[in-house]
């Protein structure tokens, strides 16, 4: 088919000066067989971005499907396929969680034997560990639901503009990058490999909302408006906690072992408590910074270090003020 393509118009005209049929021809085929043989060279010498054994490694594609098959779950009626009434909803979630058990099985017993290839070189009862998995998270589905219902109400109660819950469930990006990060965080607890990344990153993709499935979240969380926010791995958030725009909790530096390479596994990101408020664009570092409960940080702050609870920091003429707002209305 490569041979002839008609390049004639639908009135079958071909404008001036142009083939009506257009060819390939051999020399190019030629050239394009050098141009693949160097790229297979390539693969020989550098395995980093050659990944050839597919039942090692999960599919991107189905992750992003389980995703939205959860999204049904956790939320039905709001983004299925089929309208739901109440008679048929026990069957409608019971035939969405059977199908989406068998594929989440499925794709964490090829995680966790790409686990095994890479660290022990073989794989020990992949199978039935994925199916005891996926079974454990469809088990605790009924918890994320009570959490991302929390979630919704925060959403509600701190955006006036928010006309309705429905409102806020079926168009609100941080609705959907929370609901990912939560659903991944308990893959990621239960030490899933990879899965949990891609999932938060097809989040963030989707939403500009960058929230690691490391990180710990407590109740009634929301983020408004959400372009822009990052939430590191070892970041911990408590109860109530409302960020904005651009807020970034993140590391203040990277320390590196004796070899020079990074030291993974370290507390590197911020700890915020309870009900604490951050305005856009603030920038919080550190692990072992903590902002103090019933706190507020202002916009286009950065702070590197902890403030105590009932703080009020804010910037003014490019230097940081503290206050106490402790036994005042913080809003």
């Known amino acids: 088919m490569w041979d002839s393509v008609s390049m004639v118009e639908e009135k079958g005209v071909a404008p001036p000066g142009c083939p009506r049929v257009f ?6 085929r030629d050239e394009l067989g050098k141009a693949i043989a160097e790229m297979l060279d390539t693969c020989q010498g550098d395995r980093i971005l050659c990944h050839t054994d597919a039942s090692l490694m999960p599919s991107r594609g189905e992750v992003v499907d389980i995703l939205r098959d959860l999204e049904d779950i956790l939320f039905p009626g709001f983004f299925g396929k089929q309208e739901l009434d109440g ?15 068998e594929k989440l099985a499925y794709q964490i017993t090829k995680s966790l034997a790409y ?44 955006d006036p503009a928010a006309k309705s819950l429905d409102e806020v469930v079926i168009s609100y990006p941080a609705v959907r990058a929370i609901t990912y990060y939560r659903v991944a965080h308990e893959l990621f607890e239960m030490g899933v490999p990879i899965i949990p990344r891609i999932m938060t990153e097809h989040g963030h993709g989707e939403t500009g909302i960058d929230i690691h499935p490391g990180a710990k979240i407590g109740e009634s969380f929301f983020i408004d408006h959400g372009t822009g926010v990052v939430v590191g791995e070892t970041t911990e958030i408590g109860d109530n906690v409302v960020l904005y725009q651009g807020v970034t909790l993140g590391a203040l530096h990277f320390a590196r072992d004796e070899k020079g390479e990074l030291a993974r596994g370290q507390k590197r990101h911020p700890k915020v408590e309870d009900n604490v408020t951050i305005y856009a664009s603030a920038t919080i570092l550190g692990g072992e910074t903590v902002i103090g409960h019933d706190s507020i940080i202002g916009g286009n702050v950065w702070l590197t270090e902890s403030v105590p609870p009932f703080s009020k920091i804010v910037t003014e003429y490019r230097q940081l003020k503290i206050t106490s707002i402790k036994g005042a209305d913080k809003k």
């Open 23 to 28: 060819r390939v021809d051999r020399a190019g």
């Open 87 to 101: 008679s048929y909803l026990q069957y409608h979630v019971g035939n969405e969680m059977h199908l989406t058990y």
């Open 115 to 158: 686990a095994c290839r890479s660290e022990r070189g073989a794989c020990t009862d992949c199978g039935q560990a994925g199916q005891r998995q996926a079974l454990e998270f469809m088990k605790r589905l009924p918890r994320i639901r009570q959490m991302l219902s929390k979630d919704v109400r925060a959403a509600y109660k701190n």
